[in-house]
């Protein structure tokens, strides 16, 4: 998913766009490279065998869990962090937490969103938005928050000027990313293939960003049963390449 931009846009930001894009890149350490969020569970059980299963996985798997789930936590996480109201963004990562099923996908999520609490926070002093960065980040230090990805995406995002809707792009980008990194260890694709799917990714991935645009975090949905069971059962393989 690339970064949308209208060829009317006026105010577009050499400097937001950057952040973007480092925040986006497989370069930053976020540590999802130790994870495949499921898919190795999926494989291992050949619920997954191919590029095009792989393709269909990432499709539904981002329609009906990640984007109404994760993506709705992180557009509202970003609207909290405008308001600097802590309160409310601690009980949008906890209800965030708590539509995790599998602990092996908590405890990925709460990886990834610690690390891009740490790894943004000497990026981003001095910034309007730092302040609350430091408080939502302190707060998960304290174990007061779980530190959730997505949510840490968004303060992290408006933090650095980012907008809300290409905070979410960015963060599907990075997530179906990883996830076919992951298959390229797992399944027999090819580096085309994986672009492929990627950039069919594209239009369904805007299309649910702009849907979701003013859903309240109460109203987070997911449904990914054979995901959340394949990551239950990873946990008791005898071989593992990922933690998740």
């Known amino acids: 998913m690339i970064l949308y931009c209208s060829p009317t846009m006026t105010n577009f930001d050499g400097r937001h766009f950057l952040a973007a894009l480092q925040l986006a890149d497989s370069f930053f350490p976020s540590g999802t490279y130790a994870h495949s969020q499921g898919l190795e569970g999926m494989v291992t059980r050949a619920w997954v065998a191919n590029a095009d299963d792989l393709g269909e996985y990432l499709r539904n798997l981002l329609a009906w869990s990640i984007l109404p789930c994760d993506g709705v936590a992180l557009l509202n996480a970003h609207r909290t962090a405008q308001d600097a109201d802590l309160a409310t963004l601690v009980d949008i990562d906890w209800h965030l937490h708590a539509m995790k099923l599998p602990e092996e996908l908590r405890v990925a999520s709460c990886h990834a969103g610690r690390r891009i609490l740490d790894e943004t926070a000497p990026l981003l002093r001095g910034r309007a938005g730092s ?63 994986a672009q492929g799917i990627l950039h069919a990714l594209h239009e369904p991935v805007i299309s649910a960003t702009t849907a979701l645009r003013h859903r309240d975090w109460r109203e987070m949905t997911s449904f990914a049963p054979q995901t959340d069971i394949a990551a239950m059962l990873h946990e008791h393989d005898d071989v593992r390449m990922f933690a998740s």
């Not at 960065?133 to 302190?138: A, D, M, P």
């Not at 290409?166 to 580096?191: D, Y």
């Open 131 to 193: 302040a609350l960065h430091g408080e939502f980040r302190q707060a998960v230090m304290d174990r007061s928050a779980p530190g959730t990805g997505a949510v840490a995406q968004g303060v992290a995002s408006c933090a650095a000027g980012i907008e809300a809707e290409s905070a979410l792009l960015m963060f599907c980008h990075s997530f179906a990313v990883g996830v076919l990194g992951a298959a390229q260890r797992l399944l027999p694709i090819t580096h085309s293939e």
